[in-house]
Structures are given as structure tokens and as C-alpha cells.
T-cell receptor, first 114, second 112 residues
Framework: GAGVSQTPSNKVTEKGKYVELRCDPI?????LYWYRQSLGQGPEFLIY????????DSGLPNDRFFAVRPEGSVSTLKIQRTERGDSAVYLC????????????FGPGTRLTVT | DAKTTQPTSMDCAEGRAANLPCNHS???????VYWYRQIHSQGPQYIIH???NNETNEMASLIITEDRKSSTLILPHATLRDTAVYYC?????????????FGQGTELSVKP
């Protein structure tokens, strides 16, 4: 079956603009995770959903970042008033549920804020 | 989740076994050892995990010491396609939240 998909693959935006990044998890996976990866670093946890609810959003850096998963499948990560420091690869992963650490990652969205 | 320590980089000759070490001296009894790898410009890929017994699958073998304070990921016959950053992660199992805490990992270069 299809893996985790993320759109767009690349996004260039100007400082101060609003962006939305989309994640389509593997069908049937109830847990969905967002990570951010800066150049030369390992992925950094942002938020995870179990079903429709955000179970842990402790990794969101500030209130400019928000994520939703209204129907328990597709998720959107929203960034308001983007800053150059938000430039990174945003990775989405899904898993059968939140009890397992066997996560399946998408290819990521490369966000560049100019 | 316990912290892990890995070498920054390693080289391996194509066709030879690649042995990637990981120290996790503060691991607690209910924490598993997970290994992921990330090939350039791709998302991380799950490889294997274990609690205290050695594990093997089609990708690799995982050897965990008896005191569980360290482990080794073994790629038995490394190929050029195994060139990647390998992450060792220690995390609890169960309904404690599934987030993964990645460190810097080991950059493995497989050379012809």
C-alpha cells in the first residue's frame, strides 16, 4: 500500500507569510507525528496525534505553530508569521497506534523562508 | 527516555559487516532500543528494535549486552545503498506517547 505522503515537497515563502504543510498517513494508522529537521541535526519532535486529538504538543516551539487532524487521518501543520529560523525539513510519520515506536516517515517538506 | 551516545561517523568497506555501537547506560527496565536510519534527502526508516534479547530481521541484527547498557547494530554485508545516518533511540513501550527523541546519529559511509 501507499506510504506516508507529504505535500508540497518544497515550499519557499517570504518572511511573515502563513504556510500550511499537509501529511497523508498510512491508511488505518491512528497515530501521527510531526518532526522538524534542521541541516546536520536529527529530527526534532513537534507534536503527535492519537486519532483527532493532539496527545502531546510539547515540541511546538511557540504559538505561531499549530497542527490539526480533524477527521483522524490527514493532518495539516500551520505556521503563522514565518521567520527565517523556521526554515527546515518538516517530517511527518504515522504508526499503528501510539504504543509502538515503529513509525513510518514521509519524505518531508523542505520549507525555506526568505 | 534514556540518552544515547553514538560515534559521529564510521566507514565500512562494501561487502563487509558494519557494526554500529550505541551506549545507553541510563536505560531503564521497560525501555526498548530502536534503530532508524536516514538516507540522504529521505525520511528516517525503521530498522529494528529490541528489549534484552538479540534480534534479527531481513535488514539487520541487534545485539544488546546483558546489562543492557549498550547495543550494536550489525549490517552483515554492507552495500553502497546502506550509506546513511543511523540513529539509536531508547524509548519506553506502551501508552506513554510514541514520540521519538533523535540524537545526532552515526554517519556510516560504505566505500567500494
Amino acid at each position: 500500500g501507499a506510504g506516508v505522503s507529504q505535500t508540497p515537497s518544497n515550499k519557499v515563502t517570504e518572511k511573515g507569510k502563513y504556510v500550511e504543510l499537509r501529511c497523508d498517513p498510512i491508511s488505518g494508522h491512528t497515530a501521527l507525528y510531526w518532526y522538524r529537521q534542521s541541516l546536520g541535526q536529527g529530527p526534532e519532535f513537534l507534536i503527535y496525534f492519537q486519532g483527532t486529538g493532539a496527545a502531546d504538543d510539547s515540541g511546538l516551539p511557540n504559538d505561531r505553530f499549530f497542527a490539526v487532524r480533524p477527521e483522524g487521518s490527514v493532518s495539516t501543520l500551520k505556521i503563522q508569521r514565518t521567520e527565517r529560523g523556521d526554515s527546515a525539513v518538516y517530517l511527518c510519520a504515522s504508526s499503528r497506534d501510539s504504543t509502538t515506536r515503529e513509525q513510518y516517515f514521509g519524505p518531508g517538506t523542505r520549507l525555506t523562508v526568505t | 527516555d534514556a540518552k544515547t551516545t553514538q560515534p559521529t561517523s564510521m566507514d565500512c568497506a562494501e561487502g563487509r559487516a558494519a557494526n554500529l555501537p550505541c551506549n545507553h547506560s541510563t536505560i531503564s527496565g521497560n525501555e526498548y532500543v530502536y534503530w532508524y536510519r536516514q538516507i540522504h534527502s529521505q525520511g528516517p526508516q525503521y530498522i529494528i528494535h529490541g528489549l534484552k534479547n538479540n534480534e534479527t530481521n531481513e535488514m539487520a541484527s541487534l545485539i544488546i549486552t546483558e546489562d543492557r547498557k549498550s547495543s550494536t547494530l550489525i549490517l552483515p554485508h554492507a552495500t553502497l545503498r546502506d550509506t546513511a545516518v543511523y540513529y539509536c533511540i531508547v524509548s519506553g513501550y506502551g501508552n506513554q506517547g510514541g514520540k521519538l527523541i533523535f540524537g545526532q546519529g552515526t554517519e556510516l559511509s560504505v566505500k567500494p
